[in-house]
Nanobody
């Protein structure tokens, strides 16, 4: 069984920070690739950050580069997204996702087989 549970969302003023967590429960081996995605009302879900879990190689959407950092704690089986200098346009439901085997891109939602339920982030001006 695979389960992803996000936490850490909330409401913050512009310029503030939040750290999202994604607890990943797996049975045999850790995911090869994990990502954070977000979806604002009326918009499509899009990639925010991606990490290859074995190399720790990361990739970010242009809109969050320099402000967001994705990291992992393998001992805790947890993925993080540190979000600094938040802007109102960052307001969205944030989802973590995982993939076993192969590769993945934050541009392709279909690359990820498992998804969490999401955590809401609201940034006020």
């Amino acid at each position: 069984q695979v389960q992803l549970v996000e936490s850490g969302g909330g409401s913050v003023q512009a310029g503030g920070s939040l750290r999202l967590s994604c607890a990943v429960a797996w049975r045999y081996s850790r995911p090869d690739c994990m990502g954070w995605f977000r979806q604002a009302p009326g918009k499509e879900r899009g990639g925010v950050a991606r990490i290859f879990t074995r190399s720790s190689n990361t990739d970010y959407a242009d809109s969050v580069k320099g402000r967001f950092t994705v990291s992992q704690d393998n001992a805790k089986k947890t993925l993080y997204l540190q979000m600094n200098s938040l802007k109102p346009e960052d307001t969205a439901m944030y989802y973590c996702a995982a993939r076993w085997g192969g590769t993945c891109s934050l541009l392709r939602l279909a690359d990820f087989s498992y998804w969490g339920q999401g955590t809401q982030v609201t940034v006020s001006a």
